[in-house]
């Protein structure tokens, strides 16, 4: 794999099936990233708010938005928002660096 988290998809052992599995799905999750920044370029949203945009599952869009906020690229608003499955979501916001500093759009 080229990347390690969050930069590409994690995984728990080195060696064991999760890498493999990750290593294999890398293309597609960077595809994913793209699509969940430029949605978050449009707006705030949760990351299911994300997936439903997107046309594609929570399970696949949650793990991305956790790698972007990671990476620096996402933020929590403070505003949560109820999910499908009626649980509390945080609301997540883009980042624009300036220079060494992040500013929130």
């Given amino acids: ?7 590409g998809p994690g995984y728990k052992q080195k060696g064991a099936t999760s890498q493999e599995a990750a290593e294999q799905g890398e293309k597609k999750f960077e595809t994913i990233r793209r ?3 430029a949605e978050y370029d449009q707006g705030n949203f949760t990351p ?4 439903w945009r997107i046309e594609d599952t929570p ?3 949650r793990p991305r938005c956790s790698e ?3 990476m620096g690229e996402l933020e929590p608003t403070g ?3 109820k999910n499908d499955s009626g649980a509390s979501a945080q609301v997540l916001r883009k ?5 060494q500093q992040q500013l929130p759009l």
């Fill in 48 to 51: 299911d708010e994300i997936a």
């Fill in 1 to 7: 794999m080229s990347n390690e988290y969050p930069e």
């Fill in 35 to 37: 699509k969940v920044r």
């Fill in 79 to 81: 505003e949560r928002r």
């Fill in 59 to 61: 399970a696949n869009v």
């Fill in 95 to 99: 980042v624009v660096k300036v220079g």
């Fill in 68 to 70: 972007l906020r990671k």
